[in-house]
């Protein structure tokens, strides 16, 4: 069975840091494309960054220096290492998994909050 299970989120103050986790099981990892994404209230979903199976990396004009992705795939774990964040930064978000389909996680809440 398929899963994404999203874990690290938190409420913290502006500029603090948050390591996000995303740990999947039920499918090959290491073949398929790694997404975060995010969703603020009454906002459309967002791609924040991705990593490719060959470590290829993009992100996000908002997060670009501040946040960055990486995997284990000995650990069939997702990373999302998120400094200096910001309110705009608050959001629920999401791993996804990308090659022939797109698996999804739960979400994990992140505040930014003084």
């Known amino acids: 069975q398929v899963h994404l299970v999203e874990s690290g989120g938190a409420s913290v103050q502006p500029g603090g840091s948050l390591r996000l986790s995303c740990a999947a099981s039920g499918f090959t990892f290491s073949d398929y494309y790694m997404n975060w994404h995010r969703q603020a209230p009454g906002k459309r979903r967002e791609l924040v960054a991705s990593?490719?199976?060959?470590?290829?990396?993009h992100y996000a004009d908002s997060v670009k220096g501040r946040f960055t992705i990486s995997r284990d795939n000995a650990k069939n774990t997702v990373y999302l290492q998120m400094n200096g964040l910001k309110p705009d930064d608050t959001a629920v978000y999401y791993c996804?998994?990308?090659?022939?389909?797109?698996?999804w996680g739960q979400g994990t809440q992140v505040t930014v909050s003084s």
């Open positions: 990593i490719s199976s060959g470590g290829h990396i």
């Open positions: 996804s998994a990308a090659l022939y389909n797109t698996l």
